[in-house]
């Protein structure tokens, strides 16, 4: 049989992926490794620097523990969790570093515009997608005591990946304390263990306050340990709604257990999961909610491919190293200015005065080109280039390699008084960038633009 072009063509451009897959996560993995590595030796660094302050400058402390809390111990988490936890459903949810986090207790059957439809008709108020200016409201209603109903929530994952929304009831005005639950689709064709069908599953926690967590020793939510309470509170507000949803109980669904969830909090269930059919609510016309509900000041069904909260990290902190760059050479600048002032000493030769402002010119060059780098860098992994955020890593993995390298050798010193803080930023642009949600997000975008280019 003769073959055709195409026939060639398609087996040869799949191999093609498939490599081109494999190099990536290759490249992604030693990044992701090297962060790792990075963040370890700066905490080794900053102990150091902080048994050399002494007690004088105690604050040096809230500096470690905010790079163990957010660098270290997440990454280490990371790396533990994908060794040790099975990649199947068990009935939780993951945190991002892949601890275990919330149990999944309720299972919904209907279309994403039932489920809007049946918890705002409850009372419930959709939360705000996490992102910068989001997060930083919920940080200062915190500190001030101020009402945020749309308060965001962390991601919990499922299936790979993290909720599609979340419903919240805030109670007695506080963002320290609400009722919320986060709903996932489940895979097409996919089934619950023992062939139940849910086309949706959720899990609902009650947050009673805001504390640390045991496990990464970061600021969150802290849960009530019976979860139960919960489940069967978002079970009767939808019931309360009278909309014709139907509720069965699978039970015993799961033994009833005691455990911790992503925070270290204790929880406490009985294993029952609740089956709540909307197919039979009525979706109110576009742009109106049921009477029940309040106006809504955006669109309920969520759009695809949000930009995720380590690429607004990354393109923040490239900006920063931009900044950085340049203060940099404002410095060198300075003083070099101070060496041509020795120079210009009555004993300085012609020779010795031409030199001068050519190495000035040169390191202004030099440090333009290095603002510009990292400013069309951090512009281009904002708008999801994937090749653009392998750049930023590869420089600031060169930069740490140097540094690291002349702390070592004994060259030069890693303090605050010379390069530390750059190291720092240079460490993080790593961790944030390599992470599972910028990498996937970013190789989404490169995967859809190869498939709608002509």
């Known amino acids: 049989m003769t073959k055709t072009r195409s026939d060639l063509i398609g087996p040869a451009s799949g191999l093609s992926e498939d490599r081109r897959g494999r190099i990536a996560r290759i490249v ?11 963040a370890a030796f700066l905490a080794y660094v900053l102990l150091t620097e902080a048994f050399a302050r002494g007690w004088a400058q105690a604050w040096f402390i809230l500096v470690i523990y905010l790079v163990i809390a957010y660098l270290i111990l997440p990454r280490l988490h990371t790396v533990l969790s994908r060794v040790y936890l099975p990649d199947y459903f068990i009935g939780r949810t993951r945190t ?5 986090g919330d149990p999944v207790n309720l299972g919904l059957r209907g279309r994403e515009e039932q489920i809007h439809t049946a918890m705002l008709s409850a009372g419930w108020t959709l939360a705000d997608d996490l992102g910068l200016r989001a997060n930083l409201r919920i940080v200062t209603s915190t500190l001030t005591r101020r009402s ?36 996932w689709p489940t895979p097409e064709g996919w089934l619950l263990p023992g062939g139940y069908q849910a086309d949706w599953l959720a899990a609902g926690t009650y947050d009673r306050s805001v504390g640390i967590s045991v496990f990464t020793l970061q600021v969150t939510h802290r849960i009530a340990d019976d979860v139960d309470d919960e489940r069967d509170h978002i079970v009767a507000s939808i019931e309360a709604a009278d909309l014709g949803a139907s509720t069965s109980v699978i039970d015993n669904f799961s033994t009833g257990y005691h455990s911790r969830n992503g925070g270290g909090d204790a929880i406490v269930t009985d294993g029952d999961l609740p089956i709540i059919d909307l197919s039979a609510v009525a979706v109110p016309a576009v742009g109106t909610l049921p ?17 995720p909260l380590d690429i607004i990290a990354g393109v923040v902190l490239l900006t920063v190293a931009a900044l950085s760059s340049v203060l940099s050479g404002v410095i060198v600048v300075t003083d070099w200015s101070r060496f041509s002032a020795e120079v210009s000493a009555p004993a300085a030769t012609a020779d010795d005065l031409a030199f001068v402002p050519w190495v000035i ?10 603002t510009l780098s990292y400013l069309v860098l951090a512009w281009r992994v904002h708008r999801g280039g994937n090749l653009a955020r392998l750049v930023a890593m590869t420089l600031s993995s060169a930069s740490i390699a140097t540094l690291a390298a002349t702390y ?9 008084q010379t390069n530390l803080i750059g190291f720092a930023v240079d460490c993080s642009i790593i961790l944030a960038l390599s992470g599972t949600e910028a990498r996937d997000w970013a190789r989404g975008r490169q995967r859809r633009t190869r498939r709608t280019t002509p």
């Open 28 to 38: 992604d993995g030693w990044f992701f490794a090297f962060g790792t590595a990075a």
């Open 96 to 100: 991002r570093e892949g601890i275990l």
């Open 148 to 183: 945020y109903p749309e308060a965001p929530v962390s991601s919990l994952y499922l299936f790979g990946r993290p909720q599609a929304f979340c419903y919240q009831q805030e109670v007695d005005g506080s963002p320290g304390k609400r009722h919320h639950v986060r709903f």
């Open 291 to 307: 009477p029940a509900g309040a106006p809504p000041t955006r669109s309920l069904v969520r759009a695809g491919d949000p930009r």
């Open 361 to 370: 010119g040169a390191i202004l060059a030099l440090f333009a080109l290095l």
């Open 408 to 416: 070592l050798g004994g060259a030069g010193g890693l303090t605050l």
